[in-house]
């Protein structure tokens, strides 16, 4: 056979078997097939899962990533006095706002903008601050009070910063600063203990985006109707946080603005009246107890506050030893002294402890039943036979210690707080306090010793355990004014939002009824003599004033003399002079302004204090332009004789 042709022929394979091959190569593309549909399965099973089962789950996420809420904050409320002259405005400002968590290293990129935009560490830290209480992917103002040079330069570099941007911020501004910061106070940086207040007063939400909180005064009060309700921006951000559209929008809605009672161009008066002095200065209007002035000396500047004090300027208002920081008209603590005898007056005609008529023999001191102890007359030789008309003119120590003997520190105290003694007022600021009126319940509590009758006998004379601000003796006197009607002295006269809220008087204590006419008249009639009688302590600061006025001096002890130590001003320190009061109110016949003050360690009432009630009194009616003096008959009360001797 040819060898070509053998060689072509197919040969047999004895060891391969093709029927076996072709079962495991079946026995595989199953297993294959198998596997590839259970995989197909799991796929779809999933797909199943992500799409239909889990869907609003994972489209939530997935809207997380892409979708982002950022709040609006609200355009704060606007402050104005009572003609619409504003004290409290929003300024515009451009600041440098980062989304920290699209920061790849933060500590690299504050270097760098120490540089670009001069970031201080004041500015890290606040950032820092700012970032605990703040939601994830929130812009943080991290640079405030951007010039225009250094938003140049940033805008020239921002390629390099795609997760910082420059917007516009709104700050507080207050126009007049030290004159008004003890009746405004101020805004300032939500610190942890305002996050857990909100939080606690559910009201945190309402706070997105926003840096600042009212921390004093109407700022304060007003809080919630000043702030406004935050608002939202829904936008689709890229994945460098970017905003690429906004999908909607909430506006905010700004916050009210607040018209108070207070009459700037008085209190700017008053304020250099005082100047370089420490004292205070209420005047209110007795027919509703609107404030018009309300001035604390010295003070301080409230803008300091806004960004955020800085140490050294915190410790010089700290350790000042003037002590601006506190109000003294409704923080400030004193001994009210004589200026409480009319009111005292009263609660005895009513206790029936004197009658008008009643006199006693005023030597110059007064002896304690049944003991030596003697309380000196502010008159050496005394007053002489003393009824409670010449008590209150002359202002005989010794009438009214005996007269606060007979009453008893019981219904002596209890008769002072129904004058608003000893209770806050209720004025619309937070920062008061009730001062003291002192009971026998008080004074085991504080000092772990019973009262003893020697005590009452001080408190009858506004001096002793007891003291009072410049705010409880305005109100005070106007309840004297109106023969008993209780109002509550207040700031705001009108909140003006989408509506008009006027102020409404809370009501807070009841009317004093009880006391007749006559008794309120008769005290009135002795604070008329105070200024107007020749023997009238006021007399001379009120000379030849074109209104009827009556009033009620008062000089306060900073400390007791010994019993046979002599008062020297000249061998004392300044802050051991006495404290000089005096409270008033005009015209006689319808009152329309009540003025109190003190001034610390200024010595007599009368010679100090009075004559500046004066200018404050002329300054009001020459700005009100209304006819001051009537016919004589008008402004004289029943039993006020025209005797100035009297």
């Known amino acids: 056979m040819n060898l070509k042709k053998l060689l072509s022929q197919p040969q047999y394979d004895p060891i391969r078997d093709k029927k076996a091959e072709r079962n495991l190569f079946a026995r595989r593309a199953l297993v294959s097939f198998i596997g590839v549909l259970a995989l197909s399965v799991i796929l779809i099973l999933n797909l199943y899962d992500l799409q239909v089962v889990n869907y609003d789950s994972y489209q939530t996420r997935s809207n997380g990533n892409r979708i982002k809420l950022l709040p609006l904050p609200p355009t704060r409320g606007l402050i104005y006095d009572r003609n619409g002259q504003i004290l409290a405005e929003n ?11 699209k920061v ?21 830290e606040n950032f820092k601050k700012e970032r605990q209480r703040s939601s994830r992917y929130t812009p943080i103002l991290l640079k405030p009070n951007l010039t225009e040079e250094q938003i140049a330069r940033f805008s020239v570099n921002q390629y390099n910063f795609p997760s910082l941007d420059v917007k516009p911020y709104f700050k507080r501004h207050y126009l007049y600063g030290e004159p008004l910061t003890h009746i405004l106070g101020y805004v300032s940086k939500i610190n942890d203990r305002d996050v857990e207040r909100l939080k606690k007063e559910e009201k945190f939400a309402n706070y997105s985006g926003t840096h600042d909180l009212g921390k004093l005064g109407i700022e304060r009060y ?13 936008v689709e951000v890229n994945s460098r946080g970017k905003v690429i559209r906004k999908l909607r929008e909430q506006p905010a809605v700004a916050g009210k603005s607040i018209h108070l009672t207070i009459d700037l161009n008085l209190q700017l008066y008053i304020t ?17 107890n609107s404030v018009l002035a309300m001035v604390s000396v010295p003070s301080y500047d409230n803008n300091l506050f806004v960004d955020g004090i800085s140490g050294e300027d915190y410790r010089r208002l700290l350790n000042d030893p ?10 400030g603590a004193y001994p009210p002294a004589s200026t409480v005898k009319p009111f005292i007056a009263v609660s005895a005609l009513q206790e029936n402890v004197i009658t008008p008529e009643m006199t006693i023999s005023d030597p110059g001191y007064w002896v304690l039943p049944n003991t030596t102890k003697r309380f000196r007359d502010w008159r050496r030789g005394g007053h002489g036979m003393t009824d409670l008309n010449k008590a209150i003119t002359e202002s005989s120590d010794t009438y009214f210690y005996q007269t606060a003997y007979n009453l008893g ?24 306090t009730s001062a003291n009126m002192p009971t026998r319940e008080w004074k085991q509590k504080r000092y772990k010793k019973p009262w003893v009758q020697g005590d009452t006998i001080s408190v009858g004379i506004g001096q002793g355990y007891w003291t009072a601000t410049p705010l409880q003796l305005a ?38 009824t009880e006391p007749k006419q006559y008794y309120w008249d008769v005290a009135k009639r002795g604070m008329y003599n105070v200024v107007n009688s020749a023997a009238g302590t006021g007399r001379k ?27 020297n001003a000249g061998a004392l320190k300044k802050e051991l002079h006495d404290h000089a009061w005096f409270t008033a109110f005009a015209p006689y016949d319808k009152p329309k302004v009540v003025v109190s003050i003190i001034l610390e360690n200024a010595g007599g009432g009368s010679s100090n204090a009075a004559p500046l009630v004066r200018k404050i009194m002329d300054y009001y009616f020459r700005q009100t332009s209304e006819p001051l003096m009537g016919e004589p008959t008008d402004f004289m009360p029943a039993g006020v004789s025209t005797n100035e001797n009297e």
């Open 475 to 512: 109100k005070a006197t106007s309840i004297l004014v109106n023969n008993g009607k209780v109002m509550t002295p207040h700031l705001m006269k009108r909140i003006e939002g989408t509506t008009i809220e006027p102020y409404q008087d809370p009501k807070l204590y009841a009317d004093i």
């Open 541 to 567: 600061a009120f000379a030849g004033a074109p209104y009827r006025v009556a009033g009620k001096s008062g000089t306060a002890q900073v400390f007791s003399l010994k019993e046979n130590q002599s008062y």
């Open 104 to 124: 790849e290293n933060l500590d690299r990129t504050f270097e760098e903008l120490r540089v670009l935009v001069g970031l201080t560490d004041t500015d890290i």
């Open 272 to 288: 250099d009246l005082l100047a370089g002095q420490k004292g205070a200065v209420v005047v209110m209007d007795p027919k509703d």
């Open 322 to 331: 003037n002590r601006p920081l506190y109000s003294r008209v409704t923080q």
């Open 409 to 432: 520190i019981d219904r002596l105290s209890g008769w002072m707080k129904r004058f608003g003694f000893g209770v806050p007022t209720g004025i619309d600021i937070q920062e008061e």
């Open 222 to 234: 007003y809080e919630d109707a000043l702030h406004g309700t935050t608002g939202f921006e829904e």
């Open 91 to 101: 300024l515009t400002f451009f600041g440098l706002y980062i989304v920290p968590e």
